[in-house]
C-alpha cells in the first residue's frame, strides 16, 4: 500500500515561530502536495512539487515555503507561524501525470493538526 | 481544472442505497470525475474516478450523464462507517503536475 506519512498528527507553536511539517512518501511518485483544511473551506493547495528541487505555488502560498531536497519528502515551512495558520495541514503525493494520462489518485497522508498560539 | 457543486449535506438509513450529486457543468473534454471521502480526522481517501462511462469498483459505482455536466457516487449499502465528507473533484492531466480542486464537499450522515 501507498503510505504518506506526515510527522506529526498535532503540534502546537508560538506566534513567530518557525515551523516545519514533515511528510515522505513510499512509492517514488513524482508529485507532492501539502493542503491546508478548514472549515467551510474544503481542501486549499498550498504548494505542489513535480520533482526534486521543483515548486509551484498553489492558491494560497503566502506566509509559507516549501523544500524538496529528496524525492521522498516534501516539507512545509512557516517562518513565522501566526494564529491565522492555525489549519488542518495535509500532504499528499501522486505518480505524475503525462499530457495525455488523467487517471491518477492521489495519496493523502493522515494530517497534521497545527495550533498557533 | 472545473469547479464542483455538491449539495453540503445528506442522511442515508443503513443498509439503503446513498446516491450523491454532483455538477461540473464547465467540465472539458479531457477532464475526469473523481470522487474522495474523508472520514473525520482522516487525510482524504480515493473512492473512484471516471471519463464517460460508468464505472464500479467495490466501494461505489459512479453514474456519469451523457452530457457529462452531473454524475452521481453510489454507495449500494451504506453502513454507519460510511458517514464522511464526500467530495467531488473533476481534474485534467497534463503539465508539470496537477493541482486538485478540492471544494466544500457533501457531509453525508449515515443513520441506524
Known amino acids: 500500500d501507498v503510505k504518506v506519512t506526515q510527522s506529526s498528527r498535532y503540534l502546537v507553536k508560538r506566534t513567530g515561530e518557525k515551523v516545519f511539517l514533515e511528510c515522505v512518501q513510499d512509492?517514488?511518485?513524482?508529485?507532492m502536495f501539502w493542503y491546508r483544511q478548514d472549515p467551510g473551506l474544503g481542501l486549499r493547495l498550498i504548494y505542489f512539487?513535480?520533482?526534486?528541487?521543483?515548486?509551484e505555488k498553489g492558491d494560497i502560498p503566502e506566509g509559507y515555503s516549501v523544500s524538496r531536497e529528496k524525492k521522498e519528502r516534501f516539507s512545509l515551512i512557516l517562518e513565522s507561524a501566526s494564529t491565522n495558520q492555525t489549519s488542518m495541514y495535509l500532504c499528499?503525493?501522486?505518480?505524475?501525470?503525462?499530457?495525455?494520462?488523467?487517471?491518477?489518485?492521489?495519496?493523502f497522508g493522515q494530517g497534521t493538526r497545527l495550533t498557533v498560539v | 481544472d472545473a469547479k464542483t457543486t455538491q449539495p453540503p449535506s445528506m442522511d442515508c438509513a443503513e443498509g439503503r442505497a446513498a446516491n450523491l450529486p454532483c455538477n461540473h457543468s464547465?467540465?472539458?473534454?479531457?477532464?475526469?470525475v473523481y470522487w474522495y471521502r474523508q472520514i473525520h480526522s482522516q487525510g482524504p481517501q480515493y473512492i473512484i474516478h471516471?471519463?464517460?462511462n460508468n464505472e464500479t469498483n467495490e466501494m461505489a459505482s459512479l453514474i456519469i450523464t451523457e452530457d457529462r455536466k452531473s454524475s452521481t457516487l453510489i454507495l449500494p449499502h451504506a453502513t454507519l462507517r460510511d458517514t464522511a465528507v464526500y467530495y467531488c473533484?473533476?481534474?485534467?492531466?497534463?503539465?508539470?503536475?496537477?493541482?486538485?480542486?478540492f471544494g466544500a464537499g457533501t457531509r453525508l450522515f449515515v443513520k441506524a
Open positions: 499528499a503525493s501522486s505518480p505524475i501525470t503525462g499530457r495525455l494520462i488523467g487517471n491518477t489518485e492521489a495519496f
Open positions: 512509492m517514488d511518485h513524482e508529485n
Open positions: 512539487s513535480y520533482d526534486v528541487k521543483m515548486k
Open positions: 464547465t467540465i472539458s473534454g479531457n477532464e475526469y
Open positions: 471516471g471519463l464517460k
Open positions: 473533484i473533476v481534474r485534467a492531466p497534463g503539465g508539470g503536475g496537477f493541482k486538485t480542486i
